[in-house]
């Protein structure tokens, strides 16, 4: 599977940060999914691999570069950083922070070991050292009831991620869900 979209996007001034010059945005990920392998057991595994690239010329990179004031690159991570879109200051956020997903991969395998048990492990990571990953385990009653115990495990391994003022929000959650 993949796709692709061209964004052409322009700031004649160069003096806005916020706005990426053009840019294509693109993924690409394989998907196997086996019903009944063994018994009523599923088994779905899914990888996407998801990035962007710049078709500015340098020229124009490094004039929007310039427009950002003092030239500075401003990282989420940083807590002494104004937001990316701080007006009062009027320091704006760098391609760095808007793309925080560049070149990132995600990824989902699915076990379902009847129709009313399954586990569902989720993640993502990205060239920057963030990793993201959940797990789900479901059990239906009765076709209408549903009950589920989940996990979100927030990981880091840089400095200057995007997660990285959010290492540690790991959570557990438990849930009932009634289909009527």
Known sequence: KGEAAYF??????RSNCLIDD?????????ELML???????????????????STASEADVSAQEAACPGGQRITLADPDSPSPT????????????????????????FFGFT?????????????AGDALVTAKLTYTFAGALEASLGTLVMLHTGEGT???????????????LYRF
Not at 8 to 13: K, N
Not at 87 to 105: C, N, S, W
């Open 8 to 13: 052409h996007t322009e700031d004649p001034d």
């Open 22 to 30: 053009p840019y294509v945005k693109y993924a690409a990920g394989v």
């Open 35 to 53: 019903n009944n392998l063994v018994g009523e057991f599923d088994f779905a595994a899914r990888v996407q691999y998801n990035g962007d690239v």
């Open 86 to 109: 701080d007006y009062e200051t009027g320091l704006q956020a760098t391609p760095e922070v808007r793309h925080p997903f560049t070149h990132a991969i995600y990824w989902n395998l």
């Open 115 to 127: 129709p009313e048990f399954a586990l569902d492990l989720r993640g993502f990571v990205d060239v």
């Open 162 to 176: 995007i997660f990285s003022p959010y290492a540690n929000n790991h959570r557990i959650e438990a849930g009932l």
